[in-house]
């Protein structure tokens, strides 16, 4: 899988993608990501990618021109272009495992009041809201979606048994995990995992599982 990172703050995208597991998937080459900044295509000698909004009002709108000159060079038949949005699509594991399977994905940050509409409307494919709150810009965002689809690929996880119980992956919350020591602060680890016998502690987190769900997300046990 290729990702295309589209964003007029370059330098706040390049560390997240050197460190850790994306780090790794990138070194190893299970994924590969390439960083575009939007000002290369910017207007005059500041190189603007901004002006005020048509029919008045606060802030600036990040113009067109420079989004359609950085993404349409990039488009190949199998892209599929990703607006990053308050108002898109929420951003949920199905969305992640959707996205996980394309070939190519170009992701556009927005940033200051919003992007032209025409990006949205002629450009992207589908724009995506990673929750109900308002950030700063995309980058954040589109990081969270990098991170969230590339764990999903082949050879990325170190175990990949882990991403079939992990939350959301079967429509739960995962059981909880304890490691060493045993006894902390005389905080005990429940006995039936130091048991040995496989098959209680299978029930045992599949309870704790449907517990956990059931209290703290309802609604997923209603899907
Ligand atoms: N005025 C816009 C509105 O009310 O919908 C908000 C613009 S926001 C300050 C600037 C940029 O941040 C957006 O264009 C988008 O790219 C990004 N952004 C903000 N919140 C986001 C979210 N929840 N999910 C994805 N992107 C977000």
Redesign the pocket.
Known sequence: MHIDLVTIFPELVHPHLEASLLGKAIQNGSISVRVHDLREKGRGKHRSVDDAPFGGGA?MV?RPEPIFETVEPLKRAESYTV??????TLFRHEVAQRLSRLDHLILV???????DERVAEHLCDEE???????????EI?ALVIVEAVTRLLPGVLGNPTSLHSESHAAGALEYPQYTRPAEYRGWSVPDVLLSGDHAEVARWRRERSEELTATRRPDLVQE
């Open positions: 802030g990040m607006l990053l949005s308050p108002r898109g940050c927005g940033r200051y009041e919003g992007v995506v809201s990673i929750g109900d709150f308002v950030l700063a810009g995309g965002a």
